[in-house]
């Protein structure tokens, strides 16, 4: 098997799409002749064309809308925000348009929306933000946010071949600092969660970067104590049958978000354990999120904002003392 | 303060332990004249007879004078110390503070032992108590301020004695090392006082009685059936068949106190409960021949339980007449237990372990079988009775394990 950093996994979805079937094309802001902001399809419309790797206008709106009518007859769009940040200006035509075509006019749309999202290199408020929580609230929409180079492509190709509208997260910070083996060719990562790391005395639940925090904040064994570390991998489905499994298990729960805490995925993923997992539980549900702030440029103080694994090592430890 | 600082100050008395006790010893204070305590915290250790344990604060405040030292046995409601509830002027005699009219000491608190119903548990604690029927009041905590933790009560869940059968017992011999030089201690120290009581008890009985043991091969198919359906420990069968046993030979169920043998007419059983490291102890189960199986797995339960978490009382480990001790569940298939003085036997319960055997059906022809064999040896003083008794007895045993339905 290649190993492949996890922008050359997504890069060898695309291309291995794009060459397995005619009706994928993709679309977005400098993708094709410059290759990306992030060299993700980085010589692509030499291989596949303009009419295949479409550069378009700086509208997002305009580039989900042309997705949603292409897919409505047949096509398999591939979209990229150049930042995550900036599927604001399209947020009409995902929700309202895409993700209520099947229940309006039993439509499916086929549409993936990659996502480059995150924080971590000063990219201040407008290139750091996590907003996948805006689109687990609306429904008819699947979002998805791999933390491997593997999953990176098999949950792209899975992406694309899903007849529903996907919300693709792709964490930025890792683009080339996530390296792994990857299979060759087409594979399909199923939409569940990942036990990262198997452990009986508390689980840490986490998605894309947040899963790294999470084995790095672990890795020193936090005084011999057996942590488990799940990926959950797909935010819309959430697998609740992985989470309760580790909860059943476990007992002690630290969920992660790099996004706002608000209404985060995690605050999902608590509410749920709440629910359904109330009676394995031997402590309060403990989060680690950012605080409801924009991420700051300044580097000390998006450090001070976003999880870090001293903040995410001290939670565990206090949990596990309870 | 108008009144005497004595009429408010607070006794800390020897309690009463049992009711057959009527004295018992300091074995270490664990505050000083002087030190403030909370209520319930441990303020000294005891030992009666049988049992130690830990005498808790009546009250919290500062400790004004300690008037029983380390070593000396007292009776039953003396008063070892004095306490100064919070907002007393305490005597000018407490040291050692200086300050006119300051009365704290040096600060000495403990978690204090949690209260029945005072405690709350976790979801998961409360779920796992339900499962395995446990008194969470009884699991000591290790959370923080003692919270019983989910880790507390599976290794309460833990201590419950392992089944009686157990897979073969064989293991490859390990490989012999190369003989060391003497390498350097990695533990040790004086024994502990459980340690030396337990010496002096065994030494005592061999010296005492003329002891002998006597095993019998038990097929233990029955036993193995009805306990997988019933669900309790194969002990408790043979306890149930013992006493079934005693009842042909009551010269089983006796003492023998020099040359002074008395018969008793209920069957007090002892089972011995290892508490690891620490040692062993012997509780009772009274009248044991009212009990069913299931009444008498229920008791080996509790008593195992209560010894585990140093809850007996003397009057618990006192009055046996006939004890079994069940170290089977570790693999062993042989011992020669010592006799639990004044009594006259003591029955030893080993691993049941699949053999070949050979059955004879009831036309007389014989075929080779795998049972579930256990072998049962009976430590017996020669003094009190003869071999013939005792081998008639184990097949009496033996015979009752093997009617089992």
Redesign the interface.
Same mark, same amino acid.
């Given at each position: 098997m290649p190993t492949l950093t996890y922008l050359q996994a997504i890069s060898s979805a695309l291309r291995d799409e794009l060459r397995a079937d005619d009706r994928v094309v993709l679309m977005g802001e400098d993708i094709g002749t410059f290759g990306g902001a992030f060299k993700v399809t980085d010589g692509f419309i030499d291989e596949f064309g303009p009419d295949r790797v479409m550069d378009t206008p700086l509208a997002e709106s305009g580039i989900i809308g042309t997705a949603v009518g292409a897919a409505v007859v047949g096509m398999r769009p591939v979209c990229e925000m150049q930042f995550s940040d900036f599927i604001s200006c399209g947020f009409d035509q995902l929700v309202n348009v895409a993700g209520k075509m099947h229940y309006r006019q039993g439509l499916a749309v086929p549409i993936t929306v990659r996502l480059p999202s995150g924080g971590g290199f000063s990219g201040g408020p407008f290139h750091s933000q996590n907003p996948e929580a805006w689109f687990m609230h609306s429904p008819g929409i699947k979002v998805v946010a791999p933390s491997t180079a593997e999953d990176a492509k098999g949950l792209l190709h899975a992406a694309i071949r899903d007849p529903n509208p996907v919300c693709y997260m792709e964490h930025k910070h890792l683009y080339r600092r996530v390296k792994g083996e990857v299979p060759s060719g087409v594979f399909e990562t199923p939409f569940t969660a990942r036990v990262a790391q198997a452990g009986s005395?508390l689980v840490v639940i986490a998605y894309g970067a947040m899963v790294h925090t999470a084995l790095e904040a672990v890795s020193d064994g936090l005084d011999g104590a057996s942590v488990e570390v799940l990926d959950l991998r797909s935010l819309v489905p959430l697998d609740e049958e992985a989470i309760l499994d580790s909860v059943e298990r476990c @007992?002690?729960v630290v969920i992660i978000d790099e996004a706002n805490s608000t209404c985060a995925a995690g605050a999902q993923v608590a509410a749920l354990i709440a629910e359904k997992g109330?009676? @394995?539980?031997?402590?309060p549900v403990v989060r680690v999120a950012t605080p409801d702030v924009p991420i700051p440029f300044s580097p000390p103080l998006e450090a001070a904002v976003l999880p870090g694994v001293d903040r995410v090592r001290e939670a565990c430890r206090e949990l596990l003392?309870? | 303060m108008s009144s005497s600082p004595t009429d408010t100050l607070v006794d800390v008395t020897m309690p009463q332990m049992g009711v057959s006790v009527a004295e018992g010893t300091v074995v270490a204070w664990r505050v000083e004249s002087g030190d403030r305590i909370e209520a319930e915290a441990t303020i000294c250790e005891i030992s009666t007879d049988k049992i130690d344990t830990e005498v808790p604060s009546p009250a919290s405040g500062v400790v004004t004078e300690i008037l029983v030292p380390i070593g000396e046995t007292v009776d039953v409601g003396t008063v070892m110390a004095r306490i100064a509830p919070a907002g007393v002027v305490v005597p000018a005699a407490a040291p050692p503070s200086s300050l006119d009219g300051e009365t704290v000491g040096q600060t000495r608190t403990e978690t204090p032992s949690p209260k029945n119903g005072h405690r709350r548990y976790s979801p998961v604690v409360q779920r796992i108590a339900a499962e395995h029927n446990i008194d969470l009041s009884q699991v000591p905590g290790t959370g923080r301020g003692g919270r019983v933790r989910k880790q507390d009560v599976l290794a309460f869940v833990d201590t419950d004695e392992p089944p009686l059968h157990i897979e073969s017992p064989y293991r490859p011999d390990p490989v012999p090392a190369v003989a060391p030089a003497v390498a350097p201690a990695v533990g040790g120290g004086e024994l502990s006082r459980m340690r030396r009581q337990i010496g002096e008890h065994m030494k005592r009985s061999l010296e005492t009685a003329a002891t002998c043991t006597t095993w019998i091969e038990v097929d233990m198919s029955r036993v193995e059936a009805a306990r997988a359906r019933l669900g309790v420990t194969g002990l408790a069968f043979v306890a149930r068949a013992s006493i079934d046993a005693i009842r042909e030979y009551p010269a089983i169920n006796a003492w023998l106190e020099g040359d002074r043998y008395t018969q008793h007419p209920d069957v007090n059983l002892g089972i011995a409960v290892s508490l690891g490291d620490d040692g062993l102890i012997v509780p009772v189960i009274p009248r044991a021949q009212e009990l069913s199986v299931e009444g008498i797995a229920a008791r080996v339960r509790d008593i195992a339980r209560r010894a585990r978490s140093r809850q007996l009382t003397p009057d618990d480990v006192q009055g046996g007449t006939f004890t079994i001790t069940n170290p089977g569940q570790y693999g062993s298939i042989m011992a020669t237990p010592i006799i639990n003085q004044p009594q006259v036997a003591i029955l030893d319960s080993e691993a049941v372990i699949k053999r070949p055997v050979v059955i004879t059906d009831a036309d007389g022809n014989d075929s080779i079988a795998i049972r579930p064999i256990m072998i049962l040896g009976l430590s017996w003083d020669h003094r009190a009775l003869d071999g013939a008794l005792a081998a008639q007895f184990l097949a009496a045993v033996k015979r009752n394990l093997e009617a089992v339905s």
């Open positions: 005395d @007992s002690k109330f009676e @394995s539980l031997d402590g003392a309870y | -």
